[in-house]
């Protein structure tokens, strides 16, 4: 059985945002989520999971969308999320250094 990773909110956000860009693009260029799952691979409801948050999108399918949809994958990609998850990962990487130098002493 798989275990499931809780996501935090900034991860539950990211993927909503994500889903709101590619449905966006597949609307301006009038296509079906039919024929978009078709070109990438998967189905309409894989699709439509992306589309709605509900799923992540992997690298690979982000990068075939992104070809696809004719946008480079930081467009699709929020980079003020990057920076925000970013600063998140260096404030525990800090702590945990904090951390480690009182406890040597």
Partial sequence: MAVRKHLTSYEVEHKKYIGRKLKSRRLQ???TQT???KLVGVTFQQVQKYEKGANGVSALKLK???EFFK???DVIIDPNFITIHKGLREE???LVE???EASCQ
């Fill in 92 to 94: 525990k990487i800090q």
């Fill in 64 to 66: 075939q969308l992104a």
């Fill in 98 to 100: 904090i951390d480690t």
């Fill in 35 to 37: 024929k978009v799952g």
């Fill in 71 to 73: 946008l480079r994958t």
């Fill in 29 to 31: 260029l009038g296509l």
